[in-house]
Nanobody, 126 residues
Framework: EVQLQASGGGLVQPGGSLRLSCTAS????????IGWFRQAAGKEREGISS????????NYRDSVKGRFIISRDTDKNTVYLQMDSLKPEDTAVYYC???????????????????WGQGTQVTVSS
């Protein structure tokens, strides 16, 4: 059974930082692109970052470029999302997901991903 466990969310003040983790099991981690997505209340889920299996093509949504960094630890089957300079508009439930679409794939459209984690809440508020 494929499982993706997202963790690291919480309450942080504007300008603060959080690091999200996504640990995968039940799949061959090296074959899967892991993406991060978020869904704010009343809004559609949006892709914010992904990293291809070759770790050569990080991809970021424009609104998080320069603030978020995605990384991958193959030994731990884990992908991280370091989030700095957080803003209130970053408040959402954050999800990780996995897609097996080739070594260069780094898409951000949720429809490309077929395995999803349970989500972790990120709240940015003073």
């Amino acid at each position: 059974e494929v499982q993706l466990q997202a963790s690291g969310g919480g309450l942080v003040q504007p300008g603060g930082s959080l690091r999200l983790s996504c640990t995968a099991s039940g799949l061959t981690f090296e074959d899967y692109t892991i993406g991060w997505f978020r869904q704010a209340a009343g809004k559609e889920r949006e892709g914010i970052s992904s990293l291809n299996t070759g770790m050569t093509r990080p991809n970021y949504r424009d609104s998080v470029k320069g603030r978020f960094i995605i990384s991958r630890d193959t030994d731990k089957n884990t992908v991280y999302l370091q989030m700095d300079s957080l803003k209130p508009e970053d408040t959402a439930v954050y999800y990780c997901a996995a897609a097996n679409l080739g070594r260069e794939f780094n898409g951000l459209a949720p429809s490309w991903y077929n395995y999803w984690g349970q989500g972790t809440q990120v709240t940015v508020s003073s």
